[in-house]
């Protein structure tokens, strides 16, 4: 059966591609990596000659584009033409032989294209419903385990200052127990880039189970932890199982729950604003 489409947000296809990669078909991958690979071509490739070229029949082209959420192949096409019309131009990698500037230059773009696709993977009443349910949160709890257990640490200190009762852990024994005693009006958060971080997922099962409201940020779109979640905000970052907790994930997390926090912030008002006020007399003397 044909999934339905899914609208691609202008800019977002390769990191959209790259978001459900994990739940396409052996066959179907193939085709996804020539894209991501070489987007600029397949604009100009029939469904044949793009079929040749990954190895694949035809029908798998066409089960690739309704797989990954278009209508049929020439929306596909049609959609990273028009990625490549607003792009900023290629980072391009970088290299032992490239002069500091440069270096500095290609990291930075590639770290801000990582925030934009971000940007353009955020379903926005997904994101606002997910700052509705923080705000009116009786306790929040943060899971996350590995590079993701620190997101979360980093997470429980800016909920922390703007006064809402919260906290972070990565024990996977911590995280279930933990799970189990949250109820109806509190929040669960589970942060993993992969979205099968079997820990992550059976703790936000857990607090699913007992009425908390779950919200997920994963790289991956069809992932366990979605198939869990209320809410899913998806974030954009390449990164292989060889790079695990790649600064560049982190960013891309951090990004995500800037908004919530902030969004959260204007929630609260004058709350946050006195809760912030109290917080930073707390820690006064930790300085010199």
Request: proline fraction near 3%.
């Amino acid at each position: 059966m044909k999934r339905k489409a899914r609208r691609i947000p202008r800019g977002g296809a390769l990191a959209w591609i790259r978001s459900v990669y994990a739940s396409l078909a052996p066959a179907e991958q193939k085709v996804a990596d020539f894209c991501l690979r070489e987007p600029e071509r397949v604009v100009y490739m029939s469904v044949t000659e793009l079929a040749d070229a990954c190895g694949v029949g035809e029908s798998t082209v066409i089960r690739f584009a309704h797989a990954v959420g278009f209508s049929g192949y020439q929306e596909l096409k049609l959609t990273l033409a028009t990625d490549a019309a607003l792009a900023p131009g290629a980072e391009g990698r970088v290299s032992p032989r490239d002069p500091m500037d440069v270096f500095v230059d290609k990291m930075t773009r590639f770290n801000v294209r990582v925030l934009e696709d971000t940007a353009h993977l955020l379903d926005l009443r997904q994101l606002e419903a997910a700052i509705d349910a923080l705000t009116q949160a009786r306790r929040i709890e943060f899971y996350g385990v590995g590079a993701s257990g620190y997101t979360a640490l980093d997470a429980k200190y800016k909920f922390l200052r703007i006064g809402k009762a919260c906290d972070a852990l990565s024990d996977s024994h911590l995280q279930a127990m933990s799970a189990a005693n949250l109820r109806e009006g509190d929040v669960a958060v589970g942060i993993s880039h992969s979205g099968s971080t079997q820990d992550t997922v059976k703790s936000v099962t857990i607090a699913k189970e007992h009425g908390a409201t779950v919200i997920c940020i994963t790289g991956a779109a069809r992932s366990p932890i979605t198939r869990v979640a209320d809410i899913t905000l998806l974030t954009s970052s390449v990164e292989s199982p060889l790079e695990g907790g790649a600064l560049r994930t982190k960013i891309a997390q951090i990004h995500v729950l800037d908004l919530l926090y902030t969004g959260v912030s204007m929630r609260l008002d004058t709350q946050a604003q006195e809760a912030i006020e109290r917080t930073a007399r707390a820690v006064l003397d930790k300085l010199y």
